[in-house]
């Protein structure tokens, strides 16, 4: 079987790093300086295979600090800011879809 880090990865739009801060699990993306954000605005956004492959190279050798990263497709909103395309990613950025009991 093929690893999911060797096969072709197939960019149509532009794309951010995501995974999970190991200390708290918290969503985090990766920034353009090689570091972890907790907020998706602050996430280096990329348009091409070889920008995303070689930002998640860096993710992946990071694991001290976040595990699980993988490309996330995102679109520019009208405010310049890049805003996650599919719903799992817009619940990892908004939090769960429900009033989570003793939520104020």
Request: without cysteine; neutral net charge; proline residues 7%.
């Amino acid at each position: 079987m093929t690893s999911p880090l060797q096969q072709k990865l197939k960019i149509t739009g532009p794309t951010v790093i995501t995974a999970n801060r190991l200390t708290d699990g918290i969503v985090v993306w990766l920034t353009a300086r090689g570091d972890w954000a907790s907020d998706l605005a602050e996430a280096a956004v990329l348009t091409t295979a070889d920008e995303v492959l070689k930002l998640l190279a860096t993710a992946n050798a990071d694991e001290a600090n976040a595990v699980g990263a993988y490309p996330a497709r995102v679109e520019i909103g009208t405010d310049g800011r890049p805003h996650p395309v599919n719903l799992r990613e817009r619940i990892r950025v908004g939090g769960p879809t429900f009033a989570l009991p003793g939520a104020a």
